[in-house]
């Protein structure tokens, strides 16, 4: 099923779907969709996040 793919997206990139997210330094955040991935909230810098189930 394609939603189950490992996908990174990037600070800035568009939201695919709302849900709960994992950014690099492994804190949680429920974006919507249509919304951007936002900053690290640790480190305030560009960041990878991953859908988390």
Excluded: I
Aim: proline share 6%; glycine share 8%.
């Amino acid at each position: 099923m394609a939603d189950k793919e490992y996908r990174e997206y990037r600070t800035g990139q568009g939201v695919p779907m709302t849900g709960e997210y994992l950014c690099q330094s492994g804190k949680k955040a429920t974006l919507n969709e249509k919304e951007e991935f936002p900053a690290c909230p640790v480190s305030n810098q560009e960041t990878t996040w991953t859908h988390h189930d």
